[in-house]
């Protein structure tokens, strides 16, 4: 029986707002899943999720990426994440920094830390193991909601005890990683886990949502073509929160280690066609594209990334310092 308290026009609008509605509150329950943003150029995003990547560029990189998630789907998530790290020959370490905002809807997510890896050479390889230690800010704006986005569902947002007022809070957050890569950057390989304290965010309500602790395992190769110009990297990405799974399968294809091109799924989600290069500068430039399969592509129209990332080296002369192209992921 269909029960109707106001007289509404179920529209795609209405729907798209009712949609985001209840994605929000359940993300805000204490059940949450998958709170860290969703990355598609993965292979290129690696230090936000593992501390062990810190360093093992051999050089001084710095990376900035955007994602703009369910394009047309208001409130949807949208992703800016800095990332900057450098090689510290003199302790056989390295170090990083990351500054991530993620919002979605009347939710604002701000990470920012530190990174320190102890490199080991192992096998033909170098073993980064890292910890990040850093803090949190989640916010909550219930104003977003206001009621021309209710369209008469409900004209006080505050009316509903599950819209949450203006609130923020900081939290400490901790991270913690190894990641692999052979000497001839042909095979790589991480293993991590983030909020590794799982730390709790007390507000006003009452409410008591904590950060779930993410499992990440990523690993690729590149394997090279009889005309040595082609090469292909296929790589597979998992992230898990204890209760929910995400499975990435990539494929990129490679001319000259310098202009790629490639396909990912993300099982049961996207499509992902990806796009890039690296100017002879060092300085690497992606583009992305999710082409949604589940339900959602009723209401949005896909998903856009965009990457670049800067690496160098410098070298300690008794002339003119220079600086030195590096091979980088």
Known sequence: MRRSYHKINCNQDIMK?????????????????????????????????????????????????????????????????????????????????????????????????????????????????????????KSLDGAWITPDKLQGIQQNPYADPAIPHSESNIVFD???????????????????????????????????????????????????????????????FIKLDGSTAQYDLNMLIEYRRQFRGGLSYRFGDAFVFMLGFTTQSNITFGLAYDFTVSKLRTYEKGSVEFFAKYCFTITKSTGRGKYGSVRFL
């Open 174 to 236: 901790a991270n913690l990683g190894i990641f692999y890569r052979s000497k001839d950057d042909k095979i790589y390989g991480g293993l991590s886990t983030t909020h590794l304290t799982q730390p709790q965010i007390k507000f006003d309500s009452g409410k008591l949502p904590y950060v779930r602790r993410h499992y990440y395992l990523t690993v690729g190769s590149f394997i090279e073509m009889p005309d040595k110009n082609w090469g292909v990297w296929p790589s597979a």
């Open 17 to 137: 707002y009712l949609f985001l509605l209840v994605f929000v509150i359940v993300a805000l329950s204490n059940v949450y899943s998958q709170q860290d943003p969703q990355v598609s150029m993965n292979k290129y995003n690696i230090l936000p999720i593992n501390p062990g990547f810190a360093g093992s560029n051999g050089a001084i990189c710095a990376s900035v990426l955007y994602r703009n998630q369910w394009m047309g789907f208001e409130g949807a998530p949208k992703t800016m994440i800095f990332s900057a790290d450098m090689y510290l020959p003199e302790f056989n370490s390295g170090a990083g920094l990351n500054a991530i905002s993620d919002n979605v809807g009347f939710e604002k997510n701000t990470y920012v830390n530190l990174n320190y890896a102890y490199h080991l050479q192992v096998a033909e390889g170098d073993l980064g193991i890292g910890l990040g230690l850093g803090l949190l800010n």
